[in-house]
């Protein structure tokens, strides 16, 4: 039997590993990838799981970095949700549900994060 976080381990890592920028462009989508995955733990922790998921929402739509890592975060958590939809598991859950869901989209950003800091360049690194 496998234990939940080392699922998140392992769904994490492709995901993380695809965002390896190889020209300009990509790069820069890295370095901002980056960012958004190394602070989006510490958002949940000080605004709630509704909020950041809300806030990664609303950025998605002109930013491509807040889209993927939202995709990202709901495909670590594929065996949680039904319909893979976050927001919609956020809103209709109560009180027990919520803070369970947020207890793993902590586990499952925070193997988000410790990938990046193992695999993605900061903006302005030459690698």
Do not use: C
């Not at 065996?79 to 499952?108: C, F, M, P, W």
């Amino acid at each position: 039997m496998q234990i939940r976080t080392h699922q998140y381990a392992e769904d994490a890592f492709p995901l993380v590993k695809s965002m390896i920028g190889t020209n300009a462009e990509t790069k820069k989508l890295e370095a901002k990838y980056r960012t958004l995955a190394l602070n989006f733990p510490t958002m949940i922790m000080q605004s709630g799981l509704a909020q950041a998921i809300g806030f990664l929402l609303a950025k998605s739509k002109d930013n491509l970095e807040h889209k993927i890592i939202l995709d990202h975060i709901e495909k670590i958590l594929k065996g949680v949700l039904v319909k893979s939809d976050l927001h919609n598991a956020v809103l209709k859950s109560n009180i027990q549900e919520y803070q369970l869901l947020t207890r793993q989209a902590l586990d499952a950003t925070a193997w988000l994060k410790r990938y990046t800091q193992a695999l993605l360049s900061k903006e302005g690194d030459n690698q």
